[in-house]
Structures are given as structure tokens and as C-alpha cells.
């Protein structure tokens, strides 16, 4: 293709690794949709279908009690590439010990966590080297682990559903030295991420605090600076016909899938075109201090109180003392709602 004539080699993979991802988990999801049905009625290969449903049914609590996950997977070469396309960098501020566990709560969301995937769900940026020790977990939907092969392929790279069984799994059945990170603003928050915008949703997101202190998991604040850059987001005004289409169609995700829908563009292959892929700007994860945090059965309010205004509290400090290191005027407040 003529694009191409103007990339070197080294950018064409770049550019490659990221474009795959979402595609990838769409065509995954659409063999077994399509085949299982195809296979089970219209073809004499019914026996494969039916093998398959029962290795799902067999397996259908493996993502909530620790995964499958797959060295190999998470190390693959792609995802170097995909982590320089930006480039993605994994900042380290204090120790982890592997003696304890621990929730790292992320923010912000932005349109589609790249930061947190090539973190914490890949070893593009060295995470078992500068965190020796820890095991990480990512909690995504739980709705992905509904479908065949995406399963597993999701389950190789350490993620887990976002839900209380599989992450008080984790963090009270699998020993010490587990870490899960927890984008805590959620679907909704991707609704707030644009350029310059340093908004999340925090204020009334508690039920972190309550596992942490439920299963005495140390909290450990961290934030991605950069994951708002690297697409534009559209917000049309009230009262216009594309507005009205775009919150009905916010309204019937959110009630069907937990999803937002959100309007958004970055570039295409080329730097000056229009297109899907994100902008190559860096993307930063710093991983601040852990707040220690005792273990009480069934915590009340103002203990969950507390230890959320203390989150906060670390949270901000974490933000303040490195958002002009990454690319943040020094006026540049966080805000939380």
C-alpha cells in the first residue's frame, strides 16, 4: 500500500500491534457465536459443538478462582511493539513486598485503558522485573468471560472479572504477593476523558476500600498520565439531533451491556490522517506509595469512610508531584466527582 512507502518497518509493526487489538476480541467472539449454532444443527460435525459447550460449562468458574494465565502470552513480542507505538511507561515509586497483598485502583479510565492493558495484562514494560514478586490481575467485565476462546485468551493475560468472587479470590486464596488492579471510574468515567481533562470518578466509587478492607489488602493509588491524549472525543451541544442520538444510544448500552457510548476519533495510518487509532503520545503509569490497611470482616461506613478520604488523600499527593514531570501544567488540578 502506498502508506506504507512512507513508514519504516519499525513503525508499520507499531501501528500493526495496536491496530489488532480490538479486532482480534471481536473475531474471537464471532467464531464461536457463528460456529457452535452452524456446527450443532446444519453439519454432521455436531459432536464438536457439543464438546465445546461442555469444556465451557466444566470450566465456566476458572475466571473467577485465579485463571489460566500464560507466561508466554504475556510476553509475546507484539506487545513491545504495541507499548512503543505511544510509547507506554511503568513508573515505580515505592516497594511492593510479596509478602503482602494488594488493589492498585487506576486512573483515569480514558476511552480504552491502553496504559493499564500494556501494564499490568502484558510484560511489554517489565512489570515482573520491576515489581519481582507480585502477580498482577486485571479486572475488566465479566461478560467477556461469557464467550468461548476470548475466555481463554483473556484469562493467558491475567485478567479477571471486576467482581467481588473473583477478586476476593485472589487476594485471600492464592497466598501473598497478589496484586489486582481495579480501573475504579469504570465504563462511565470514559465519558470525562478528553485532552486536558484530569476529572474521574472517585467520590461516591467505595466498594474498593470495602474489599481492601475486607481481605486486608494493602490500597496502592496509581495513576496514567497521558491515557486522556490519545483520542478526541466528541461532545455534541444539548438540544441538537446528534446529541439526542448519542445519549439514547449511552442510555441503551449502559442498560444492556454496562457500556458507554461515546463518540471519539484519533489518527489513521498515517500521522496527519483521521482514523481510530490512538494518537502515538506517551502514556505513563505511576504506581505510588501502598496504604496499609488492617482486615475487618464486615467493615461499617465510617471505617469505609475513612480509609476512602485517606485513598483520596494519597492520591492527590501521587497526582501533584508528578503531573509536570509528565506533561501537566503546574495549575492543573484533579478533580473529583
Known amino acids: 500500500m502506498a502508506f506504507f512507502s512512507q513508514l519504516d518497518l519499525q513503525e508499520i509493526l507499531e501501528i500493526l500491534s495496536v491496530f489488532q487489538w480490538i479486532p482480534v476480541y471481536i473475531i474471537l467472539g464471532l467464531i464461536p457465536v457463528f460456529f457452535i449454532p452452524y456446527f450443532l444443527v446444519y453439519t454432521k460435525f455436531w459432536a464438536l459443538s457439543v464438546l465445546a459447550l461442555t469444556w465451557l460449562a466444566y470450566d465456566w468458574n476458572t475466571h473467577s478462582q485465579g485463571g489460566r494465565r500464560s507466561a508466554w502470552v504475556r510476553n509475546w513480542t507484539l506487545w513491545k511493539y504495541f507499548g512503543n507505538y505511544f510509547p507506554v511507561k511503568l513508573v515505580k515509586t515505592h516497594e511492593l513486598s510479596p ?15 491502553y496504559g493499564v492493558f500494556i ?7 517489565g512489570f515482573a522485573q520491576i515489581f519481582p514478586g ?16 476470548v475466555r481463554d485468551y483473556v484469562m493467558s493475560l491475567g485478567v479477571c472479572p471486576v ?81 439526542f442520538i448519542q445519549k439514547s444510544f449511552q442510555s441503551t448500552l449502559k442498560k ?21 487509532l490512538p494518537f502515538n503520545l506517551p502514556i505513563t503509569t505511576v504506581v505510588g506509595e501502598p496504604l496499609p490497611v488492617p482486615r475487618i470482616q464486615k467493615p461499617n461506613k465510617k471505617i469505609v469512610d475513612k480509609y476512602h478520604t485517606l485513598y483520596i488523600s494519597a492520591l492527590r499527593k501521587l497526582f501533584d508531584q508528578y503531573k509536570v514531570q509528565y506533561g501537566l501544567p503546574e495549575t492543573q488540578e484533579l478533580t473529583i466527582i
Open 256 to 276: 444492556i451491556i454496562g457500556l458507554n457510548f461515546c463518540i471519539f476519533h484519533g489518527r489513521g495510518f498515517t500521522q496527519e490522517s483521521w482514523g481510530l
Open 134 to 149: 507480585i502477580t498482577p490481575s486485571v479486572g475488566t467485565l465479566e461478560g467477556i468471560f461469557w464467550l468461548p476462546i
Open 163 to 243: 467482581s467481588e468472587l473473583a477478586l476476593k479470590y485472589l487476594l485471600t486464596q492464592k497466598g501473598s504477593g497478589n496484586a489486582v488492579i481495579v480501573v475504579v471510574g469504570g465504563a462511565a468515567e470514559a465519558l470525562l476523558c478528553r485532552p486536558g481533562a484530569s476529572t474521574i470518578l472517585l467520590e461516591q466509587r467505595k466498594g474498593f476500600v470495602k474489599l481492601a478492607l475486607e481481605t486486608g489488602a494493602y490500597l496502592v493509588p496509581s495513576y496514567t498520565f497521558g491515557e486522556n491524549e490519545v483520542y478526541n472525543q466528541e461532545i455534541f451541544p444539548e438540544g441538537t439531533w446528534i446529541r
Open 99 to 113: 509478602k503482602n497483598n494488594y488493589i492498585i485502583a487506576n486512573h483515569p479510565h480514558g476511552i480504552v485503558s
Open 119 to 125: 501494564n499490568f495484562a502484558t510484560e511489554a514494560t
